[in-house]
């Protein structure tokens, strides 16, 4: 009943900016946490920094003061800007969502739903 659907991702050089999109859409009543994880090849999934519905946020430390995450409820999406980038944040980007949403029955329901990904390359 609900999806998640990231864009943004591409390849930037050492230094770039970049900013990853992810949109929910389905039978969505609200959206609770929002968060970004990625995945490097390789390693396991890290979380990269999440945003509750009251908007507040925590990051990991290796990207505090580098990446920034946002939301709007209107529209049922959560952004990450990535600024000053680095080799090593080349990974796949993935969004999460806790989401209360109308299931087939008519009954409020909650779920945690995930996107496909995104590539984000870093390279020169």
């Known amino acids: 009943q609900v999806q998640l659907v990231e864009s943004g991702g591409v390849l930037v050089q050492p230094g770039g900016s970049l900013r990853l999109s992810c949109a929910a859409s389905?039978?969505?009543?609200?959206?609770?946490?929002m968060s970004w994880y990625r995945q490097a090849a390789g390693k396991e999934r890290e979380l990269v920094a999440t945003i509750t519905s009251g908007s507040t946020t925590n990051y990991a430390d290796s990207v505090k003061g580098r990446f920034t995450i946002s939301r709007d409820n209107g529209k049922n999406t959560v952004y990450l800007a990535m600024n000053s980038l680095k080799p090593e944040d080349t990974a796949v980007y993935y969004c999460g969502a806790d989401v209360y949403y109308r299931g087939t029955d008519s009954y409020r329901r909650r779920s945690e739903y995930w996107g496909q990904g995104t590539q984000v390359t870093v390279s020169s």
């Open positions: 389905g039978t969505i009543i609200s959206i609770n946490t």
